[in-house]
């Protein structure tokens, strides 16, 4: 098996290091991430300047862009080869519900699901990286799973509670849940007297219910939503064409 490995955290991050750890006994991988933390990219590719593609001492390479140039910039000139499955991650934090949309580490993986491969986005649900190493575990048991009830491609997205592998509960098939809007941008003074604004922190969780991702990961059970691209509101669309018609 041949795996691309990305994220969004930078090709540093110790995520991304214990995720090509955990796979390379079992694949044959290629990491290929951002030189810099990129999260919260979501889907943005680099239009605006050229970029370079660095190989650092440890094999991975890294790329003064974003997780979705990195990925596309592997399947379309680094790869002789499209893989057989891309990973993402481990993210330092939780894509649950409404992050999903600004997450560069779903990113990563989503731009393989539009080439046609597929693709696993991990993350941890706490920041810090406690237990990042059962985490990688968990990544390779799902990775050895390869879905194959599922049609090709497929675009999971996985989240492991910050436990030892022994207390974790079991992978657990899941909804999105949503948030509440997020918290006030976080408004100060540069020292030239200028505003600036930090955005705030993510929403608090305002569907967490039974059968969605947040519900699980609170249960100690690691995450799996299968996500698809198409954002069309199907019933507002009838609605739609029969107010038009
Ligand atoms: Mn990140």
Known sequence: MRILI???????APGIIALAE???PIAEIVVVAPDSNRSGASNSLTLDRPLSVQRAGNGFYFVNGTPTDCVHIALTAMLDAPPDLVVSGINNGQNMGDDT???????AAT???LFGI???AFSQVNHG????ESAARVARDIVERRFEMLTSPFLLNVNIPNLPYEELGPLTPTRLGRRHQAEPVIRAQDPRGRDIYWIGAPGACRDAGEGTDFHATQQGRVSITPLQIDLTHQSQLELLAQ???
């Open 129 to 132: 990286w406690a237990h990042v």
């Open 101 to 107: 949309l600004y997450s560069g580490t779903v990113a």
């Open 118 to 120: 597929p693709a696993i």
């Open 243 to 245: 107010g038009i018609a």
């Open 22 to 24: 955990a796979l390379a």
């Open 6 to 12: 990305s994220n969004d955290d930078g090709y540093l």
């Open 111 to 113: 731009e393989a699901f």
